[in-house]
């Protein structure tokens, strides 16, 4: 099975910055589509960065495009966010999500990792 853990996150300044990581274990060879989704207490679960195949393309929030990068060392079996120009508005539990290709959509989660900003 497949299993994904979260960490970096923390406590930050508006305007610093985090970098997330996404440890994926189990078997990760059907595994197409990673990506990172985002919470804030009494809001709907939001998608902010996508990636397909390893890079071949990404998709970014509109909120965040400019400030996060996603990326993806398969090497290292593990995704990142690089969170820049962090806002207030960016404090959320942060999610890491990976998803089969025959898959409709994203069917696996990790546990989260909190992020705030003030």
């Known amino acids: 099975h497949v299993q994904l853990v979260e960490s970096g996150g923390g406590s930050v300044q508006a305007g610093g910055s985090l970098r997330l990581s996404c440890a994926v274990s189990?078997?990760?060879?059907?595994?197409?589509?990673m990506g990172w989704f985002r919470q804030a207490p009494g809001k709907e679960r939001e998608a902010v960065a996508t990636i397909y195949a390893g890079g071949i393309s990404t998709s970014y929030a509109d909120s965040v495009k400019g400030r996060f990068t996603i990326s993806q060392d398969n090497a290292k079996n593990t995704v990142y966010l690089q969170m820049n120009s962090l806002k207030p508005e960016d404090t959320a539990m942060y999610y890491c999500a990976a998803r089969q290709y025959s898959d409709p959509d994203f069917g696996y989660w990790g546990r989260g990792t909190q992020v705030t900003v003030s």
């Open positions: 189990g078997y990760t060879y059907s595994l197409t589509y």
